[in-house]
């Protein structure tokens, strides 16, 4: 019984560089993107290093999950894994 991943993505590791059009561009060659939130530090106006993506689909996510999950991006090793429901 395969569990289902949802159709969003919490993405951890990625350089503290890493603008948002790079970030939209890493994940979009995988589907349509339905959401992109890079989380940045307000006062230093840097991203923190962590980021969601949401799909149109579910196979859309598990593929960018698949290709992307322990891959090095900018000289960082990335994870890539489904997004933790609020309530969960």
């Known amino acids: ?3 289902r991943i949802g159709t969003k993505l919490f993405v951890s590791r990625l350089s503290f560089y890493t603008t948002m059009e790079q970030f939209k561009s890493m994940f979009s060659p995988f589907g349509v993107l339905t959401e992109a939130t890079l989380v ?4 230093i106006k840097r991203a923190k290093g962590f980021g969601f993506v949401s799909y149109r689909s579910e196979i ?4 960018a999950m ?3 999950n ?3 991006v ?3 090793l990335i994870f890539v894994e489904p ?3 609020k309530d969960s």
């Open 83 to 85: 997004a933790k429901s």
């Open 74 to 76: 900018n000289g960082r």
């Open 1 to 3: 019984m395969s569990q």
């Open 40 to 43: 940045m530090d307000p006062k």
């Open 66 to 68: 698949k290709s992307l």
């Open 70 to 72: 322990g891959t090095i």
């Open 60 to 63: 859309e996510a598990e593929k």
